[in-house]
């Protein structure tokens, strides 16, 4: 059985400020939640690791595309025409 998150410090006001800010689906990162909240880095992480532990957060985790939205960069690995 996974152990569960304990609530940070905050953690509620953080969300708030979150939520007054951006929209829900809005892509929120370490830095913005940390700028908001006027938290550290090490805080607002684990505020988003509680948060969707909760299921309370409604934000895209800042990581990137998803991977069937990802753009390969160059030539194909299998085609041989990066081959010298």
Request: charged residues 20%; glycine residues 12%.
């Amino acid at each position: 059985m996974p152990r569960p998150t304990p609530k940070p410090p905050r953690a509620e006001a953080v969300l708030a400020a979150v939520a007054a800010r951006y929209p829900a689906g809005a892509t929120v990162t370490g830095p913005m939640i940390a700028e908001v909240g006027g938290v550290n880095l090490a805080t607002a992480g684990q505020i988003r690791q509680w948060a969707r532990a909760q299921d309370r957060w409604p934000y895209a985790n800042g990581k990137g595309a998803r991977p069937g939205e990802v753009r390969p960069i160059g030539p194909s690995r299998l085609s041989g025409t990066d081959w010298s």
